[in-house]
């Protein structure tokens, strides 16, 4: 091995770097923990990443890429694959002519989230192939795997990784030799990508065909290992449950499993035969156990006490003795807060003052549910704030329909707030509505990304940029304020009141930079004026 060619990567800046040498081609995502920092080092490494509005989109823009012979890179957080779901089952279909790799970083103990989903029933679900690493080195390796699979069967895979995954650091060993993205190019395929019933409904065999094949292939996959040990213990893992399992149980045989659907079964009741007791550790929902005992193949699960939270080596551990005792309770950790001058402040102060019920988002504003505000209501998912806050006002009385109002940041607002406002222009209720959308320039919760409200890009390139007030005027909304909210004034809490007065529409946008990157957004906009400066002088038509 040589020595000075060994890295200290998170699993993240692992996967970026394998997609920059494997001659990945486009990388396109939404932000959100902990899955971000992939297409952040993938563009500090020269390639093409790109933020879109929404993980469908970005799915959609890779599926289009791949579709021309690329090879691509869709990331997301968990949540975000339910957005991009729509596409994924259909792109199992069509198949793809280059590769399409979808990284699914989920987030088991809701670090950063509002459910702890496990997205390998997606793979299931969605029919696709999927590869889940332990560390970085597997992460980067994986990758290149996945991308030979994707090529090989034309489909999509489902790359799986979790928080654990992503934000360790392991020591990596990259490849030698690297690859330029392969040449794009075009052929037509109506029956295969274009998805009217008539050409679906042979797809979904030819889907499944793969899938058999697949699965054929996964029996002698190097993806998948076993680490001897005694015949007394076997264990069955996968992801990061490998690691907390070597340290728990160094004497046990353990089979390792990377390519985890679909699952090699003939090789795990291979395993089984060979240990007196087998148990499968892993993360969340008993995804293995499920599909392992539904093959006739007998294994011990968890406890349903272990499928919350993450694994660690003491709770696999006590996993592995039966033990049914009460957990340690962990001692608490600092909650919280909004800044100090956070604009935010003075929005909840109002909202908490009129005692108005509150449709709330998915943003770090999320935090005016806690004390000292408690101005918060409903948070359900990325957009949800407009039509739970529409139910509501279309139900109540009118006295309380009058208090209603929506809240949501700029960001969250372009990835699935604007279906919400044109909901609420197609839909009034009766008492109107009022929506607040908080603009601090940025994707703050996230570590402060572009989104296409800022007029800057993945890199922080000037670039076009939508306008808040512009767009909901577009719509025909009579009311579009916007404010900075500034304390002691008392303009902003003017500004409500006269809006949840009106019995009309409002939308009213507050906007100040987030404090956090004043410094920065001044850098970024001197390089626009230098960047606007240099360009040209457009001659005037006659």
């Not at 396109?28 to 297409?39: K, M, R, V």
């Not at 005792?325 to 908490?352: M, N, T």
């Not at 209501?377 to 109540?396: F, P, T």
């Not at 957004?521 to 626009?528: A, G, H, I, T």
Request: negative net charge; aromatic residues 6%.
């Amino acid at each position: 091995m040589n020595e000075s060619n060994r890295l200290l990567l998170s699993g993240d800046e692992a996967i970026a770097l394998a997609a920059r040498h494997a001659g990945v081609a486009l990388g396109a995502g939404y932000p959100g923990t902990p899955s971000t920092e992939i297409l952040e080092h993938f563009s500090e490494l020269g390639g093409h990443a790109q933020w879109s509005p929404n993980e469908k989109v970005a799915l959609e823009v890779t599926i289009g890429a791949a579709f021309g012979g690329a090879r691509a890179l869709c990331t997301m957080k968990h949540v975000g694959l339910n957005v991009a779901s729509d596409p994924l089952f259909t792109a199992a279909y069509t198949g793809v002519s280059g590769a399409l790799i979808v990284v699914s970083a989920d987030d088991p103990g809701m670090a950063s989230s509002q459910n702890e989903q496990d997205n390998r029933r997606y793979a299931v679900a969605a029919g696709l192939p999927m590869l889940e690493p332990s560390d970085s080195q597997e992460a980067y390796d994986f990758m290149f795997a996945a991308i030979e699979i994707s090529e090989r069967w034309q489909i999509p895979v489902l790359f799986r990784v979790t928080t654990r995954v992503c934000h360790s650091y392991t020591v990596v060993q990259p490849r030698a030799t690297h690859e330029a993205p392969k040449a794009a190019s075009f052929e037509r395929d109506i029956r295969g990508r274009v998805m009217i019933p008539a050409y679906a409904r042979p797809a979904h065999r030819r889907l499944r065909k793969k899938l058999a094949e697949m699965q054929a292939w996964n029996e002698a996959s190097p993806l998948n290992h076993i680490v001897q040990g005694g015949q007394s213990l076997g264990i069955i893992t996968s992801g990061i449950s490998f690691m907390h399992v070597r340290e728990a149980a160094p004497e046990a045989r353990v089979l390792k499993l990377g390519f985890t659907h679909p699952l090699p079964m003939d090789k795990i009741a291979q395993f089984v035969k060979g240990v007196s007791r087998c148990v499968v550790i892993e993360e969340g929902d008993p995804y293995l156990v499920d599909a392992i005992r539904a093959a006739g193949i007998p294994v011990e699960g968890k406890a349903d006490m272990y499928r919350f939270g993450e694994l660690d080596v003491p709770r696999v551990q006590r996993i592995l003795a039966n033990d049914l005792s009460p957990e340690p309770i962990k001692p608490p950790g600092k909650p919280p807060q909004l800044c100090d001058a956070c604009q935010y402040r003075v929005v909840f102060e109002a909202l908490r003052k009129h005692d108005c019920i509150v449709a709330g988002d998915i943003g770090c504003y999320t935090l005016g549910v806690l004390q000292p505000f408690e101005a918060m209501d409903s948070c359900v998912c990325m957009g949800a704030s407009l039509g739970v806050g529409l139910g509501l006002r279309h139900v109540l009385p009118p006295d309380q329909a009058r208090r209603v109002v929506s809240v949501i940041g700029d960001s969250t607002f372009m990835h699935s707030g604007i279906s919400g406002l044109v909901e609420m222009v197609y839909n009034p209720p009766p008492t109107g509505h009022v929506l607040i959308i908080l603009d601090n320039s940025t994707t703050a919760m996230t570590g402060h990304q572009e989104h296409p409200g800022t007029g800057r890009t993945l890199a922080h390139e000037p670039t076009n940029k939508v306008v808040l007030e512009d767009l909901a005027r577009s719509l025909g909304i009579r009311r579009v304020y916007v404010i900075e909210p500034r304390m002691g004034t008392g303009e902003f809490d003017r500004l409500l009141t006269e809006c949840l007065e009106s019995n009309e529409l409002a939308v009213i946008i507050t906007r100040r930079p987030c404090i956090l990157i004043a410094k920065q957004l001044k850098q970024y906009e001197d390089q626009r004026c230098e960047c606007d400066a240099a360009q040209p002088a457009t001659a005037s038509a006659p």
